[in-house]
């Protein structure tokens, strides 16, 4: 996605006119319009800073690369080479989408209910498109129901490596993180209304003795 587009959805996202969004974020109109008509491109420190003005931040995305599979026996499926998270409320929405696999006549699946999520995230994963799936399937929601999946086995065997990687052991240390205050931890994290933790002082030079024939060091 372009800087233009972005900044163009953004500002359509919400509602906002282009004299409106100019004032907002100290740009000229006519700057924003070069910007939404590919004419000019913006630094990412600009970009930033009128994305900031509309609540929306530049952030970093893992990309997911798909491929897709023609086993024998069953409809052709796409398979992905990791897991992604989806934010709520979009992953406890509720999908409107035929069963195509049991022919039910269900056409409405809640993803906060679990029975109904897992239906859905079997509908998906073997009809799916991949933009249906990035859209829907939380990565962590669907760890917790793959081995309850009904799944054909060159399906399942397709996901294993994303569930695998998704799923490596790691440890953290949550007591320290909790009762240790160390501000290098997240130093470029920001919460909004709230300024980043000041970088601990330098430690103290050592003393002296009182019989140390060495000059005094300078101070500048």
Known sequence: MDRSFLLWRARRARGLTQAELAARSGTSQATLSAYERGLKSPSLKVASR??????????LRTRVDWVEHHPKGIVKFWAPSMLWAVEPPTCLVTVHMPDQIRNTG????????????????????????PQQMIRWIDGGLLIDLWDELDL??????AWEPAIRLATLPLEVDGLRFFFSENPDVASTAR??????????????PPRRSRFDPRPPLSSS
């Open 50 to 59: 009128i994305l900031a003005a509309m609540d929306h931040e530049l952030t």
């Open 106 to 129: 269900m056409s409405h699946w809640n993803l906060r209910d679990r029975e109904e999520r897992r239906g859905a995230y079997e509908q998906l994963i073997r009809r799916g498109l």
């Open 152 to 157: 054909p086995d060159p399906v399942r065997e």
């Open 191 to 204: 919460a909004q209304g709230y300024e980043p933790l000041p970088k601990s002082p330098p430690p103290p």
